[in-house]
């Protein structure tokens, strides 16, 4: 698919609290365009957060930010229009009742929808049809999904698919609307070493198309991933072009709490 120009992305002592303290606090790197950012930590260190509050989804309490040039949380409704999620617990999860056809479609109907010109609105019914495929089987390219390979090929439901593969239509939901930076939560969960290997070879590639990859994960992250580290302690990034120092006092339910409280900007 064509390379879009990645965002940059930085952060300087940058917190987000709830009602039960830090969800997190005091996290500095700068990461530029086409990175593979990768956000580690154990669960309840405010890593989902951290990766909302970047996308422009969530409210700081706390420190700067900017995403692709534009302030946090400022222009969050900007950065809302830059940066895609991919799969996010509780906020853009596939629907297991659909299937993969069904969630492409449902997608792309929605991006002709919200970020269409007026011409393009106007072209016949069979030009738009057409240009829709083709951004489907780019987005699908680009996040190495084959449907062909699939149990029932584009029939198959979510529920019937590996952990992997719906990592990867999630991936390819978020890239039909050729975003500068893509968010993926959980990026290794429940992924055996060989599967996890592949998760990252994938962000990895569409880091090095030109998309920005901001990426959740327990760790530990590929050694060429610029990484922000969440958690008790003063840790420095792993990249030449970041340095992270965060400390949390939260929770799984501080975290949760932080989310409640903030919202979505």
């Not at 951290?50 to 692709?68: D, F, K, N, Y």
């Not at 596939?94 to 010109?117: C, F, I, K, N």
């Not at 090929?153 to 979510?158: N, S």
Request: hydrophobic letters at 40%.
């Amino acid at each position: 698919m064509d390379s879009p120009h990645g965002a940059a992305v930085t952060a300087g002592d940058l917190g987000l609290k709830g009602p039960r303290g830090w969800a997190f606090r005091d996290v500095t790197f700068s990461a530029g365009p086409g990175s593979l950012i990768a956000v580690e930590g154990p669960s309840g260190s405010g890593r989902t957060c951290l990766l909302l509050t970047l996308t422009g989804r969530m409210r700081p309490s706390e420190g700067r930010a900017e995403t692709g040039g534009l302030r946090l949380p400022r222009r969050a409704a900007a950065v809302r229009r830059i940066a895609a999620l991919g799969p996010v617990p509780g906020v853009s999860e596939l629907d297991p009742a659909l299937t993969v056809a069904e969630h492409l479609r449902e997608r792309a109907l929605l991006q002709r929808r919200y970020d269409g010109s007026l011409r393009a609105l106007l072209r016949p019914r069979r030009e738009r049809a057409a240009a829709a495929g083709a951004r489907i089987d780019a987005a699908l390219d680009a996040a190495g999904l084959d449907p062909a390979t699939l149990p029932k090929a584009e029939r198959t439901c979510v529920r019937d698919l590996e952990r992997l593969e719906a990592l990867r239509l999630s991936v390819a939901l978020a890239l039909i609307g050729r975003p500068a930076l893509i968010a993926v939560d959980d990026a290794d969960l429940k992924l055996s070493d060989a599967e996890r290997a592949e998760a990252w070879e994938l962000l990895r590639a569409l880091a090095a198309d030109g998309t920005t990859v901001l990426a959740v994960c327990s760790g530990p992250a590929p050694k060429d991933a610029v990484t922000v580290r969440t958690g008790a302690g003063t840790t420095e990034s792993t990249a030449d072009t970041s340095t992270t120092k965060n400390s949390t006092d939260t929770d799984d339910e501080g975290t949760a709490d932080a989310f409640a409280a903030t919202g979505r900007s």
